[in-house]
């Protein structure tokens, strides 16, 4: 197994080649410290991980970790599994600090530190959550917009707010806001989407004084107001009636980043190179992408590519096409992946004309050591015996899961070694049934019981009309290590971990500094 110094590693990164710099720790582990360009590739989701962020294995890939064996656990798998330029960077983070390089906390951490940068290169006007209360109350003209998910919206919101996730402003903004006197104050759950939504309106020359909720639905909450929970207020689906003006803006601002244009033919030519890494991702809204979309393309809204890339793209230098219906979605976006340092973005002008049929979509894993036995929801229900594995995330878990069941990590289930010997039926379950298929292997080496999958997941049970426990408190908070908690997902400490999480987002741009590879704004040509 080849092994490289954080000197060497620090070499790679700069160099302008393609890099794919994969953690192999849960993202709770992940997010405690790691380095800049680091992508999250837990070991124990692994098979799906690995598929998403590598669609080329050949690759440079560098596994690292904080120095406990997981990184040459990942790199053993990925050169069994066909990779031939994988290395492990020899002593993980604890070698990198040593050699003087930064770490850093949190996930998603170049998008977020772009965030920041954006708002000090452009002036992103902010208002803070008691005067945009005020404004409400008062009866001013301004349209509050969500940037986030429909999903993040509905669970909690700015009263009077309503759901537009960021790659759709810039597209819908004529249609929901006619008057330019309105004015329009974006939001989120913390700075980045605020930021980033309402420099997408100012950037597309849209004519309404447009501002950023400072610190979002966080800030609102610290400010002592309360937020709405529940709310479905959304944008109307399908094209806009102004959808030839927002086309008219996105272009004038994807020409001033450089966004290269190309057509369904150029697309199949880059695609089809094996030298280099392309991700093909359709930036439209989800249900537009499950009612159909080009076969090979990745589901990745505009907005939420932009503020989470490390999400979708793994590989560094390398080229991104944009797909969408009519090219405004996809030239935002590219725009701002070209001002994050993304050298090769492509819009690809007609790129849905040949779509799969609704709810298509990749081939299943394969499962290790063969098709895993499975038992139905049914049968499960009438068997006393079995003993639940539930290996949802850790928040999933809390929200919902199978009367009885124990939470797990795929490859921590040693934690239930001494209960799953004593079982006389172990029956794995995840959200999907996916996740459980792959752990078969690992849990059989923990018990001599019959080891099951649930068919089709906890979602065929509740299908089949049986109910799930709520349980917010376990796992506690210091277990969930599979996941980043956010502040609102936590149990104690709510309000410290809101300040925290502020307070991380404005030292990034200084921590940059000291980091030395990154350099935001529009890049020379590739």
């Not at 976006?333 to 819009?347: I, N, P, Y």
Request: charged share 25%; hydrophobic share 45%; glycine share 12%.
């Amino acid at each position: 197994m080849t092994r490289i110094d954080a000197a060497t590693l620090r070499g790679w990164i700069a160099d302008g080649r393609e890099l794919a710099l994969l953690d192999a720790r849960e993202e709770g582990e992940f997010a405690t410290s790691h380095l800049f360009w680091a992508v999250p590739c837990p070991l124990s989701r692994r098979e799906i991980r690995a598929r998403a962020l590598l669609p080329r294995l050949s690759t440079r890939i560098v596994c690292v970790d904080a120095g406990h064996g997981l990184a040459e656990r990942l790199a053993g798998w990925l050169e069994a599994i066909g990779a031939t330029g994988v290395a492990v960077l020899d002593g993980g983070t604890r070698a990198w600090t040593a050699a003087g390089y930064p770490l850093f906390a949190g996930v998603n951490v170049p998008s977020r530190t772009f965030g920041g940068w954006v708002a000090q290169h452009y002036g992103t006007e902010s208002v803070e959550a008691a005067a945009l209360k005020a404004w409400l109350v008062g009866g001013r003209d301004v349209a509050v917009l969500d940037s986030r998910t429909y999903d993040e919206f509905h669970r909690m919101s700015i009263p009077t707010s309503i759901s537009v996730p960021g790659g759709e402003l810039a597209y819908r903004i004529a249609d929901l806001v006619p008057d330019p006197a309105t004015l329009i104050v974006v939001t989120s759950a913390g700075r980045t989407r605020c930021i980033l939504g309402a420099e997408s309106l100012r950037r597309a020359g849209v004519p309404n004084r447009v501002m950023a909720l400072r610190d979002g639905t966080i800030g609102w909450e610290l400010a002592g107001l309360k937020l709405a929970h529940g709310r479905t207020e959304r944008f109307s689906p399908g094209p806009p009636a102004s959808a030839g003006l927002a086309l008219q803006r996105a272009r004038a601002f994807a020409d001033s980043c450089g966004v290269t244009v190309i057509g369904p033919d150029e697309l199949r030519r880059i695609e089809a190179d094996a030298a280099r890494t392309c991700y093909v991702l359709d930036v439209r809204d989800p249900a537009e992408f499950a009612a159909g979309h080009r076969p090979g393309s990745v589901p990745a809204p505009g907005g939420q590519l932009v503020q989470a890339t490390d999400g979708w793209i793994g590989v560094r230098n390398a080229r991104l096409a944009l797909l969408d219906d009519d090219g405004v979605r996809a030239r935002m976006t590219a725009a701002w992946l070209r001002q994050m340092g993304h050298r090769e973005v492509f819009v690809v002008d007609g790129g849905l004309e040949a779509v799969t049929a609704p709810g298509s979509g990749p081939a299943a894993i394969p499962e290790p050591g063969g098709k895993a036995e499975t038992i139905g929801a049914d049968t499960l229900a009438a068997a006393a015996d079995a003993m639940v594995v539930d290996l949802a995330p850790s928040i999933a878990f809390r929200e919902g899961h199978i009367t009885g069941a124990m939470w797990g990590v795929r490859t921590r289930l040693e934690a239930l070694r001494d209960k799953l010997a004593l079982a006389r039926l172990v029956v794995l379950t995840s959200p999907d049934g996916g996740l459980a298929r792959l752990a078969v292997a690992e849990a059989k080496t923990l018990t001599r019981a019959p080891v099951r999958v649930l068919e089709g997941g906890t979602a065929a049970w509740i299908r089949a009309g049986y109910g799930l426990r709520h349980d917010r408190t376990t796992p506690p908070d210091d277990a969930c290590i599979d996941v980043c908690l956010r502040p609102y997902d936590r149990n104690s400490g709510v309000e410290a971990a809101m300040r925290d999480y502020l307070s991380g987002e404005t030292d990034l741009l200084q921590a940059i500094e000291r980091e030395g590879t990154v350099a935001f704004g529009v890049p020379a040509a590739a």
